[in-house]
């Protein structure tokens, strides 16, 4: 069965960058786009960018261009989103979710925990 | 930017029916996903391209999208449905949420 499995929770200080990780199974990695979303406590889904794992190809929401990074190795169907310059309003919820082109998110992560403080 | 506006709560008696909407510009030439949210879980789609539901779906959820305006529809409404609910469509290179709606079953 699909699977998309994140890596655990993080804490880190402001400045600091994150590196969270999406490792896919049950399907063809090439095959569809991965997403990250995020979500503060309380607050709606935000989405930050995607990647063609074939292509190589992203896409960054302009709230975050200059300051996220998504990545994929192949060889092992994981994706990565790293965030730098982390601030105290960068802490949420991460998602990674799978998408093929004109469909929706039908897959997701079951979300990393990112806390920024002092 | 592109924006989606949906009402940030709406109320429903069990059995009967909910109508969640997302507002947004020439939104019908666009297609909508929406997704489910329980509390503390991961989204979950359950309609895409619009009408389309994904496999394991109830019937009970329905989509329509029509000039401005996208329209999620819940009929008989039962309690496992309340949670958050968001829309979603893709302009401009870049995705977009709605700011949820809370849909609760009193």
């Known amino acids: 069965q699909v699977m998309l499995v994140q890596s655990g929770a993080e804490v880190k200080k402001p400045g600091a960058s994150v590196k969270v990780s999406c490792k896919t199974s049950g399907y063809a990695f090439t095959s569809y786009d991965i997403n990250w979303v995020r979500q503060a406590t309380g607050r709606g889904l935000e989405w930050m960018g995607w990647?063609?794992?074939?292509?190589?190809?992203?896409g960054y929401a302009q709230k975050f261009q200059g300051r996220v990074s998504i990545t994929a190795d192949t060889s092992i169907n994981t994706a990565y989103m790293e965030l730098t310059s982390l601030r105290s309003d960068d802490t949420a919820v991460y998602y990674c979710?799978?998408?093929?082109?004109?469909?929706?998110?039908?897959?997701w992560g079951q979300g990393t925990v990112v806390t920024v403080s002092s | 930017s592109y924006e989606l506006t949906q009402p940030p709560s709406v109320s429903v008696s069990p059995g009967q029916t909910a109508t969640i909407t997302c507002s947004g510009d020439k939104l019908g030439d666009k297609y909508v996903h929406w997704y489910q949210q329980q509390s503390g879980q991961s989204p979950v789609l359950v309609i895409y391209q619009d009408t389309e539901r994904p496999s394991g779906i109830p019937e009970r959820f329905s989509g329509s999208n029509s000039g401005n305006t996208a329209t999620l529809t819940v009929s008989g409404t039962q309690a496992v449905d309340e949670a958050d609910y968001y829309c979603?469509?893709?302009?401009?290179?870049?995705?977009?949420f709605g700011g949820g709606t809370k849909l609760t079953v009193l």
């Open positions: 979603q469509a893709w302009d401009s290179g870049s995705w977009v």
């Open positions: 979710a799978r998408v093929i082109a004109g469909t929706g998110f039908d897959f």
């Open positions: 990647m063609n794992p074939n292509m190589e190809n992203t």
